[in-house]
């Protein structure tokens, strides 16, 4: 018998979640088996996936809200969140809990019971298979789904207490600096190591902006602290982490233009932790043009050009992830990215992340004019003769033919590189596959020239 799961009892769903598989799978065959996939599709699995993800949770969701109208017995509670137990667990003083609530007690190094107070003698769970058969008879009768075990295992449970302590840190967000700074801290920490706070920020329209009040206040009066705008950028970038709030986080108000300052003026883990909230922010295409048009990439580039080792990984990474999408691609040329990635390339600095964004602006024209002012092409062709990483090869071959196609001019360099060194032939034998439609290519070209002019 097939495994009750999710899905199950709405045919509508069943089919939109069976659509969304079979496009799940094809796109990844397609990214698995096909060297010369595009990086547009790695975006459209990710938004696939969410939108899984989203039906998922939504259904969930509908269950949950349906629980919340009945009440259930009390003997059915969790001592500990107070609600309905989906995985009930049995302590050794005899005590039922619901198992991601308990498990969360003794994970905080917690040996005792959290209502007898006895000391555990051990911490195994057993689970309560009676308890859960009256839970799932209850939910049957009253016509409730409950998910199962396995689908609430990676939820984190919150209890009414952390709720309460979330509260009172987002308070104390606007209290005086020293209350600012132990917030902060602490929001930081709770945040990177507990996906239930990173949640929490996504239930409270209010919250975020009571985040960023004291860098609001504080920029107001020209100054901010520095440890505390470390600790609130930082904050940031653990929620974006969390899928359903990389929307709520990028549309909320000041958040991308508190970022952008943080490029500017923090301090270097500052400025790295920003680099990297709007790298994970732009996972979706709408905050993608959200952030172009803030002006995010001249800072960016910017902090690219100062080459601090901590950043760079991060500033690439965004940069890379901004450019997927045209209209940011002329704002990265026009703010300099060409000029500067060449540079660190040529320098040997972080060559394969940079020539992957190289490799994408060279689709812009103005982008094409400026590698060949700023002798791109000898770079890329001694790159794929001396490299070992195909990868690398290919985005250098990429963009030299599209050079090649758009400036006749530079065609007597590659053939003088064809003819001392048989860069492109070798690689038509044995790069990638798109490497060698690339070199191909260039070589097809080459020879036409070579037959125009001797026909002359």
């Known amino acids: 018998m097939a495994k009750s799961g999710v899905f199950d009892s709405d045919p509508t769903v069943i089919s939109k979640a069976t659509e969304l598989k079979k496009e799940l799978q094809r796109l990844v ?20 996936l969410c939108a899984l993800k989203e039906l998922i949770m939504k259904k969930r969701s509908i269950s949950l809200r349906l629980r919340e109208t009945v009440s259930c017995p009390d003997e059915f509670r969790c001592p500990l969140s107070k609600d309905l137990m989906r995985d009930p667990v049995v302590l050794a003083t005899g005590q039922t809990y619901d198992r991601p609530f308990i498990q969360k007690w003794l994970k905080a190094g917690n040996r005792t019971c959290p209502l007898t107070q006895q000391v555990l003698s051990h911490t195994i769970l057993t689970p309560n298979l009676l308890i859960m058969d009256m839970i799932s008879q209850w939910c049957k009768n009253q016509g409730i789904e409950l998910p199962n075990s396995v689908e609430y295992g990676d939820e984190e449970g919150v209890t009414d207490a952390e709720r309460d302590h979330f509260v009172s840190l987002i308070e104390k967000m606007s209290a005086t600096t020293s209350e600012q700074k132990k ?45 505390l705008q470390e600790d609130v950028i930082t904050t940031l970038l653990n929620l974006s982490i969390h899928d359903n709030n990389k929307k709520v986080v990028a549309e909320t108000p000041m958040v991308i233009p508190h970022l952008i300052e943080a490029l500017k003026s923090g301090t270097i883990e500052t400025r790295s932790n920003a680099a990297a909230a709007l790298f994970t922010l732009s996972a979706l295409d709408s905050n993608k043009a ?8 001249k800072p960016l580039i910017d902090l690219l050009e100062e080459g601090h080792p901590l950043a760079m990984k991060d500033v690439a990474s965004a940069i890379f992830n901004l450019c997927i999408i045209h ?10 990215a060409v000029r500067v990635i060449l540079r660190k390339i040529m320098d040997g ?51 030299l033919h599209t050079i090649f196609i758009n400036d006749r001019t530079k065609w007597k360099e590659m ?18 596959s798109r490497a060698k439609r690339k070199a191909s290519g260039i070589l097809e070209r080459l020879r036409r020239t070579v037959n125009i002019t001797h026909t002359a």
């Open 327 to 336: 209209e940011n691609k002329a704002r990265a040329v026009r703010d300099g």
């Open 29 to 48: 065959r397609t990214i698995v088996d096909d060297e010369d996939y595009r990086t547009e599709t790695i975006d459209q699995a990710k938004d696939t």
């Open 415 to 432: 053939r003088e590189e064809e003819n001392v060194y048989g860069t492109i032939s070798k690689l038509a034998e044995d790069g990638t």
């Open 183 to 227: 917030a902060a801290k602490e929001l930081r920490m709770l945040t990177k190591r507990m996906p239930s706070f990173r949640a929490l920020f996504g239930e409270s329209l209010d919250s975020i902006p009571q985040l960023l009040s004291p860098l609001s206040r504080s920029q107001s009066q020209n100054g901010i602290h520095p440890d």
């Open 290 to 297: 959200l952030i172009g048009k803030s002006g995010a990439l």
């Open 349 to 399: 600095v972080h060559v394969d992340e940079l020539l992957a964004i190289l490799a994408i602006l060279s689709s812009h024209h103005k982008a094409v004019e400026e590698m060949g002012d700023l002798r791109a092409i000898p770079c890329l062709l001694r790159i794929i003769r001396e490299s070992t990483c195909g990868r690398n090869k290919e985005n250098c071959i990429a963009i």
